[in-house]
């Protein structure tokens, strides 16, 4: 089983949609999670942090469910923008960060 | 504010050439890694430094060496390439361990 997965999709949603992406984490002495956001052929850029308590920020938001082992983003009223893929990463402090394989989002017209 | 630059952006090797991939960070950061990746593989860790003076194997060391340089600089090297190198490369640094990471934009690399 691979330390962080994701559903790899593709989501293809109509502007406007209200999308959520899960990931699973197996180990649990990770300390720190993250949202990522990747562009095709560009750089992963991060989209947020995620805390036990939840967050919000704007449109998205992202919480951690430790007693499942599993984070969430939540992108409501999808844009055009939105479309890329969108990497969880978790860590356990020791600087091995696994990201997952990412989830890719198309908001279509 | 220049963040983390790599270079070069792109590169073509012949198999069993040699070559340094260069990564600066400005950001003051302590820890700085190397990553490849591969379609429907996700970022794959390939070493990391999590401090000035210190370097650590990722998931895949096999093939390449580091150089942490000074604080600012991470360099990456292939001895002999192979065609299963080919991948995009991207460097990144935080502050630690548990801190977010920031990526450069990349470098493009190709052994044919």
């Known amino acids: 089983r691979k330390e962080v997965e994701q559903d790899p999709g593709p989501f293809n949603v109509p502007e406007g949609a209200t999308v959520a992406f899960n990931c699973t984490y197996s180990n649990s002495a990770s300390q720190s999670f993250f949202w990522y956001r990747q562009d095709c052929r560009k750089e992963p850029k991060l989209l947020m942090s995620v805390y036990s308590s939840g967050n919000e920020d704007g449109r998205f938001t992202a919480q951690l469910n430790r007693a499942s082992q599993y984070i969430s983003l939540l992108i409501r009223d999808s844009k055009l923008s939105d479309s890329a893929t969108y990497l969880c990463v978790g860590n356990t402090g020791g600087f091995k960060t696994i990201f997952g394989a990412g989830t890719r989002l198309f908001v279509k017209a | 504010n220049a963040g983390v630059t790599q270079t070069p952006k792109f590169q073509v090797l012949k198999t069993g050439q040699s070559m340094t991939l260069q990564c600066a960070q400005d950001?003051?950061?302590?820890?700085m890694y190397w990553y490849r990746q591969d379609p429907g593989m996700g970022l794959r860790l390939i070493y990391y430094?999590?401090?000035?003076?210190?370097?650590d194997k990722g998931e895949v060391p096999n093939g390449y060496n580091v150089s942490r340089l000074n604080k600012r600089e991470f360099s990456l090297r292939l001895e002999s390439a192979a065609p299963s190198q080919t991948s995009v490369y991207f460097c990144?640094?935080?502050?630690?361990?548990?801190?977010?990471?920031?990526f450069g934009d990349g470098t493009r690399l190709s052994i044919l």
């Open positions: 430094s999590a401090s000035e003076g210190t370097t």
């Open positions: 990144a640094s935080s502050e630690n361990g548990i801190q977010p990471q920031h």
């Open positions: 950001m003051n950061h302590n820890s």
